[in-house]
């Protein structure tokens, strides 16, 4: 029997200003509009966008809320979606132009990528890896969704558990002065894992 989950079909973005959030991101990260045909699954999604993989949905934050705070990149739960591209420096300019804040420039960390996390006017975070151009569109896509966790073997189980496939797991990383730079932290150590879900990690 094949697997029932094939894929992630969108990220939601919880913003107190949807239409400035959504010209923020239709600049910086080059969304196009949601086609109706693809609108399936969910119907009426509302405010729906894409990327080359997936779809980006913006949906209305209580004002009153602590959603612009600054979150760490390490609180529990959900931190940032990552944004792949062979051309990164293309899309960290047009993040800075379009409004956005960074942690650091790009860095590489000997993985033959670079990396760098950027933030919207509301403070959410992009990751942005360049990867190598092994092929010429620049155009980004969605590479994965990060979700920070002090159990991270019993998480990492469950969501492989959950898509039915096997997930991919890093040593432990730390002192590394490009980590703290890039998640804006000191004395960064973190344990990484990968669960492949078919259009994304």
């Given at each position: 029997?094949?697997?029932?989950?094939?894929?992630?079909?969108?990220?939601?973005?919880?913003?107190?200003?949807?239409?400035?959030?959504?010209?923020?991101?239709?600049?910086?990260?080059?969304?196009?509009?949601?086609?109706?045909?693809?609108?399936?699954?969910?119907?009426?999604?509302?405010?729906?966008?894409?990327?080359?993989?997936?779809?980006?949905?913006?949906?209305?934050?209580?004002?009153?809320?602590?959603?612009?705070?600054?979150?760490?990149?390490?609180?529990?739960?959900?931190?940032?979606?990552?944004?792949?591209?062979?051309?990164?420096?293309?899309?960290?300019?047009?993040?800075?132009?379009a409004g956005?804040?960074?942690?650091?420039?790009?860095?590489?960390?000997?993985?033959?990528?670079?990396?760098c996390y950027?933030?919207?006017?509301?403070?959410?975070?992009?990751?942005?890896?360049?990867?190598?151009?092994?092929?010429?569109?620049?155009?980004?896509?969605?590479?994965?969704?990060?979700?920070?966790?002090?159990?991270?073997?019993?998480?990492?189980?469950?969501?492989?558990?959950?898509?039915?496939?096997?997930?991919?797991?890093?040593?432990?990383?730390?002192?590394?002065?490009?980590?703290?730079?890039?998640?804006?932290?000191?004395?960064?150590?973190?344990?990484?894992?990968?669960?492949?879900?078919?259009?994304?990690?």
């Amino acid at each position: 029997m094949t697997h029932p989950i094939k894929g992630i079909h969108h990220v939601a973005i919880a913003v107190t200003d949807v239409p400035s959030a959504t010209h923020f991101y239709v600049q910086a990260a080059q969304l196009s509009p949601w086609p109706a045909a693809q609108g399936l699954i969910l119907p009426e999604l509302g405010n729906m966008w894409r990327l080359a993989n997936a779809g980006i949905r913006f949906l209305s934050a209580d004002p009153s809320g602590q959603q612009q705070k600054r979150r760490a990149v390490s609180e529990a739960g959900i931190t940032h979606m990552c944004l792949q591209t062979t051309d990164p420096a293309v899309i960290h300019h047009a993040y800075a132009k379009a409004g956005g804040s960074f942690h650091s420039g790009l860095i590489d960390l000997g993985t033959g990528f670079l990396y760098c996390y950027a933030r919207d006017l509301e403070k959410n975070v992009t990751e942005i890896e360049g990867v190598a151009p092994v092929w010429a569109d620049s155009k980004p896509w969605l590479a994965h969704v990060n979700l920070a966790t002090s159990d991270f073997q019993r998480l990492l189980g469950f969501y492989a558990a959950l898509l039915g496939t096997t997930a991919i797991r890093s040593p432990r990383l730390k002192d590394d002065p490009r980590l703290d730079a890039i998640a804006d932290l000191s004395n960064v150590e973190l344990r990484m894992g990968w669960v492949p879900a078919g259009n994304m990690q």
